[in-house]
Nanobody, 128 residues
Framework: QVQLVESGGGSVQAGGSLRLSCAASGYTNRNYCMGWFRQAPGKEREGVAALYTPIYTGSSAYYVDSVKGRIIISQDNAKNTVYLQMNRLKPEDTAMYYC??????????????????WGQGTQVTVSS
């Protein structure tokens, strides 16, 4: 059974950094698209970043334009954990952040419906 557990959220001032973690169990992250989404109150869930790590070739990372240059998605295969390093945080980054997984490439990663497995979320609050 696939399970995703996020951690690392919290409150930080604008300009600060946070690193979110998503520990996966029940499968390995290889050959799965691992995504991070966020949802602010009253807004739709939006894709932030995704990572596809095949077994025999290098990984591919994807980012939404609003976070490029500030956020890095990475993976520790030994720990089966995906990370979201968030730097130079802004108040508009405030949201519940969710980890998601789906077998295969990240072809439609920006759409929540492309993922079948979700974590429970971790709250990120950025104050100005």
């Amino acid at each position: 059974q696939v399970q995703l557990v996020e951690s690392g959220g919290g409150s930080v001032q604008a300009g600060g950094s946070l690193r979110l973690s998503c520990a996966a169990s029940g499968y390995t992250n290889r050959n799965y698209c691992m995504g991070w989404f966020r949802q602010a109150p009253g807004k739709e869930r939006e894709g932030v970043a995704a990572l596809y790590t095949p077994i025999y070739t290098g990984s591919s990372a994807y980012y939404v334009d609003s976070v490029k240059g500030r956020i890095i998605i990475s993976q520790d295969n030994a720990k089966n954990t995906v990370y979201l390093q968030m730097n130079r945080l802004k108040p508009e980054d405030t949201a519940m952040y969710y980890c998601a997984a789906e077998r295969g490439i990240c072809g439609a990663w920006v759409f929540p419906r492309a993922f079948g497995y979700w974590g429970q979320g971790t709250q990120v609050t950025v104050s100005s």
